[in-house]
């Protein structure tokens, strides 16, 4: 599939800044053993970098989904709140960096408090933000609307 979308991977990369027109991302800066190279992009989805709004661990104690929640998850491993609070609901929001357009965050980068974010930083968490921001940024550029909905 990758081969057939013509993707051309880089491995052992590492991104160190993204390249901006004002506060629009239009690419990603990297280093990898060819040296340093840049990738313009019509969407940037980045695993660095903070979110428009910030999962805390009162987010986690609650037994509703947020209005723009993208991923549940049951809640296992935290004792009693767990019992007392199943299910955990990651909002889209928190995939939206401040200040910037064309760009979504994912990962462990999403913007979360340090409880937040150690619940969350686990492979099934990251896999599902990434599986958001990916479908996120094929309607923003199939439908011409900005990522984070301010068209």
Not at 58 to 71: M, R, S, V
Request: with cysteine.
């Amino acid at each position: 599939m990758v081969n057939e979308a013509k993707v051309k991977t880089y491995l052992h990369s590492w991104g160190t800044m993204p390249v901006m027109d004002g506060n629009r991302a239009i690419g990603v800066i990297f280093e990898s053993k060819s040296g340093r190279q840049a990738i313009m992009a019509k969407m940037v989805i980045a695993t660095t970098g903070d979110g428009d709004y910030m999962v805390t661990l009162p987010d986690l104690n609650t037994n509703g989904p947020f209005e723009d929640t993208i991923a549940i998850f049951p809640d296992l491993d935290r004792g009693d709140a767990s019992l007392k609070y199943p299910l955990t609901f990651i909002p889209y929001r928190s995939l939206l960096p401040k200040g910037v357009d064309n760009m979504l965050v994912a990962c462990r980068a999403f913007s979360s408090d340090r409880p937040a974010n150690n619940f969350f930083n686990l492979i099934p968490h990251c896999i599902a933000m990434e599986e958001a921001a990916g479908t996120a940024a094929a309607l923003s550029l199939s439908q011409g609307v900005k990522a984070n909905g301010s068209d």
